[in-house]
């Protein structure tokens, strides 16, 4: 059965604190993807990876970094949390080529107090 | 940012009737992907698309990816309660860098 794991269903931290949010997916896959998931906007890119150490913005990458040191794991990084970066967070991964697919992680509730 | 034109935002229906949903675009695809989401939890895929004109069936669900590549649509037959949620459109690039965008979801009520 095809996996991605989020590290941590819930998160509370306070403003300033630097945040890491880990992502790990079991298909060898080599692409990944951050997004987040606010009332009424669906779902935005923030960034997206499609090799070891190789990233890609995506539509709302401000106040963001990512890191993919290896294939699996995939890790966003909030540098300085801010209020307003309260949010559910997904992590995706899929296939390169034709025929792919893109599986879910079940999600990351990040507030930030 | 990018993101497909997904229609209805909501919908509110009785057990046992019919739901159709559609997404649309401006640049194609080749690969459409529907998924639904339950409260607090991600994604679930639930039908992946590969080729213009396919029509693809997962038990009451079914979708089809446009002859165009630039639409594709989701019905479910004979709705029951639990068929509540979110439902996403995506769609996949092809080639290299498989950069996947979402449709802006359709929200599913189902009274009993």
């Known amino acids: 059965d095809v996996k991605v794991t989020q590290s941590s269903r819930y998160l509370v931290k306070r403003t300033g604190e630097k945040v890491f949010l880990e992502c790990v997916q079991d298909?060898?896959?080599?692409?990944m993807f951050w997004y987040r998931q606010d009332p009424g906007l669906g779902l935005r890119l923030i960034y997206f990876?499609?090799?070891?150490?190789?990233?890609e913005k995506g539509d709302i990458p401000e106040g963001y970094s990512v890191s993919r040191e290896k294939k699996e794991r995939f890790s966003l990084i909030l540098e300085s949390a801010s209020t307003n970066q309260t949010s559910m967070y997904l992590c995706?991964?899929?296939?390169?080529?034709?025929?792919?697919?893109?599986?879910f992680g079940q999600g990351t509730r990040l507030t930030v107090v | 940012g990018q993101q497909l034109n997904q229609s209805p935002q909501s919908m509110f229906i009785q057990e046992g009737e019919d739901v159709s949903m559609n997404c649309t675009s401006s640049?194609?695809?080749?690969?459409w992907l529907w998924y639904k989401q339950d409260p607090g939890e991600g994604p679930v895929l639930l039908i992946a698309?590969?080729?213009?004109?396919e029509l693809t069936s997962n038990g009451r669900l079914t979708a089809q990816f446009g002859i165009t590549r630039k639409d594709s649509f989701l019905n479910i037959s004979a709705s029951i309660p639990s068929d509540v949620g979110i439902y996403f459109c995506?769609?996949?690039?092809?080639?290299?860098?498989?950069?996947?965008?979402f449709g802006t979801g359709t929200l599913l009520a189902v009274q009993p």
């Open positions: 995706a991964s899929s296939q390169s080529g034709t025929g792919g697919s893109a599986f």
């Open positions: 298909m060898d896959h080599e692409n």
């Open positions: 990876s499609y090799d070891v150490k190789m990233k």
């Open positions: 640049s194609i695809f080749n690969t």
């Open positions: 698309l590969y080729k213009a004109g």
């Open positions: 995506a769609g996949l690039y092809g080639g290299a860098t498989n950069k996947l965008i």
